[in-house]
C-alpha cells in the first residue's frame, strides 16, 4: 500500500492549495459571558478558509479560496483580511438589499475559562455562501487541466456541506474536477449535528432523518477523497461507520480510532490516509493534546503534551494544514503528522481561529521544543 500521495509538483502550478468553503465572522467576548459583554473582538474565519490563511501565513504556501462575497461594508472588512492573509479569492459575489442581506454569516464563540466551557452559536440567517451552488464556479480555469494542472490539493470541509443541498453538490463538482487534474482532495469531516438539524428542519425533516441524510451526504462526497480528517466521532457520525469493540484507557488512546479505519477504507477504497487530533480537557484551559495519522496501511502517533490553551477554536484547522504542509512539502509521515500537531497546538496559544505563529516556531515544537525564552 502506498505510503506517499501523488502531488502535482510546484512549479507547474498556481496554487498549492484551494479550499472550498464559506467565509463567516466570528466575534468574541473573550472570557466575558455574551450576556455581560460589551466588546467583541471580531475574527474572520471558516473551516476551510482556516487552512488555506495558515498555509499562507505560517508555511508560505501559494493558496486561494473559493467563497462567496457579500458587497456590503462587512464584506469588505472580510476581503481586506483575506487579502492581508495573502490568500488568492475566487468570488461569487452578492448585492446585499441593505435590510435583509444576503449576509456573510456571524459565528458567537467566547473563550470560557476554568471550569466554564467555551460557547458556540450561529447566525446563519440568509447566508449568501447558502447559495453556492454547481456551476457557480468555473472549475476548468481555476484547476487548469491534466497536462497543465493549476492546483497541488484541493480542500472542503462537513461545515460547508451542511449549509443547503447545494453546497453539498459544490463540494463534488469540485473535487470531480480537482481529480481530473490529477490534485490531492481532502475533506474535513466537521460533523455539527446542529448545523444538519437545522437545514434539514426547514424541509420538514426530523433530527434522526438529519443524521441519515448527513451520513447519505458525507458518504457520497468520501467517495472522492484521498486524505480524510474526522475523529471517532466523525467517523460514526458522518459516515455511519461502526465502532470498534475496544475499550480505549482514555480519549488519548487511539485504539479505538484505529479500529474503525479498517471500515472506512472496506466501504472507500479510494481513501489513502485519515488523521485527526486527540484531546483530553481537564479545564477549558487544560488539554492533553496528541494527534494520529493512518496513511496507506501504517499508523503514526505524535507525542502527548500538555496545553495551556488561550483559544481553542481553530485547532483541529491547525492540525490540517500543518499536516498537509508536509505532505506538500515532501516530508515523511512522522515529520508531516508532527508539523501538524504542533502547528495545532501553537494555534491554541494565540487568539482567533488562524495562525499568529510562524515556520521556525512550528519546527522547534515538533522536534520536542519548549517555552523557554528564545533571546
Known amino acids: 500500500m502506498v505510503t506517499t500521495l501523488a502531488i502535482p509538483k510546484a512549479s507547474e502550478t498556481a496554487h498549492d492549495l484551494l479550499a ?20 467583541y473582538r471580531l475574527h474572520v474565519a471558516g473551516g476551510e478558509y482556516n487552512v488555506a490563511s495558515n498555509l499562507s501565513t505560517c508555511f508560505g504556501q501559494r493558496t486561494a479560496v473559493a467563497t462567496a462575497m457579500v458587497d456590503y461594508p462587512i464584506g469588505r472588512k472580510v476581503e481586506f483580511a483575506v487579502q492581508k492573509a495573502g490568500v488568492a479569492p475566487y468570488y461569487q459575489r452578492f448585492r446585499h438589499d441593505g435590510v435583509f442581506g444576503p449576509n456573510i454569516a456571524t459565528v458567537w464563540s467566547d473563550r470560557g475559562q476554568g471550569g466554564r466551557a467555551p460557547i458556540v452559536f450561529y447566525n446563519r440567517s440568509n447566508e449568501a455562501a447558502q447559495s453556492l451552488k454547481p456551476g457557480s464556479f468555473d472549475w476548468a480555469a481555476i484547476f487548469g487541466s491534466p497536462d497543465k494542472p493549476r492546483i497541488r490539493w484541493f480542500h472542503s470541509g462537513g461545515i460547508f456541506s451542511s449549509l443547503s443541498p447545494s453546497t453539498a453538490e459544490l463540494i463534488i463538482e469540485a473535487m470531480q474536477a480537482a481529480k481530473k487534474v490529477g490534485a490531492v482532495v481532502s475533506f474535513d469531516l466537521n460533523y455539527r449535528a446542529k448545523l444538519w438539524a437545522v437545514a434539514a428542519a426547514k424541509e420538514g425533516l426530523s433530527a434522526e432523518q438529519a443524521s441519515e441524510r448527513a451520513a447519505q451526504t458525507l458518504r457520497r462526497i468520501a467517495s472522492h477523497v484521498d486524505v480524510l480528517v474526522g475523529n471517532e466521532e466523525d467517523l460514526q457520525m458522518g459516515l455511519g461507520l461502526e465502532g470498534q469493540d475496544v475499550e480505549a484507557k482514555s480519549k488519548l488512546d487511539p485504539a479505538a480510532f484505529f479500529g474503525m479505519i479498517g471500515n472506512a477504507v472496506r466501504d472507500f477504497p479510494n481513501i489513502k490516509a485519515v488523521a485527526t487530533t486527540m484531546r483530553e480537557v481537564h479545564s477549558t484551559n487544560r488539554h492533553s493534546w496528541t494527534a494520529v495519522l493512518w496513511l496507506g496501511g501504517k499508523t503514526y502517533q505524535a507525542p502527548t503534551v500538555e496545553l495551556d490553551v488561550y483559544d481553542r477554536v481553530g485547532g483541529g484547522d491547525g492540525f490540517s494544514s500543518g499536516l498537509f504542509y508536509g505532505f506538500l512539502a515532501g516530508k515523511s509521515p512522522e515529520e508531516s503528522l508532527r508539523l501538524g500537531w504542533a502547528h495545532g497546538a501553537l494555534l491554541t496559544t494565540t487568539p482567533g481561529d488562524t495562525s499568529m505563529v510562524g515556520l521556525d516556531q512550528v519546527e522547534a515544537f515538533a522536534k520536542g521544543g519548549s517555552a523557554r525564552i528564545q533571546r
Open 20 to 39: 472550498l468553503g464559506a467565509l463567516i465572522i466570528r466575534l468574541d467576548p473573550g472570557v466575558i459571558p455574551f450576556a455581560y459583554a460589551d466588546d
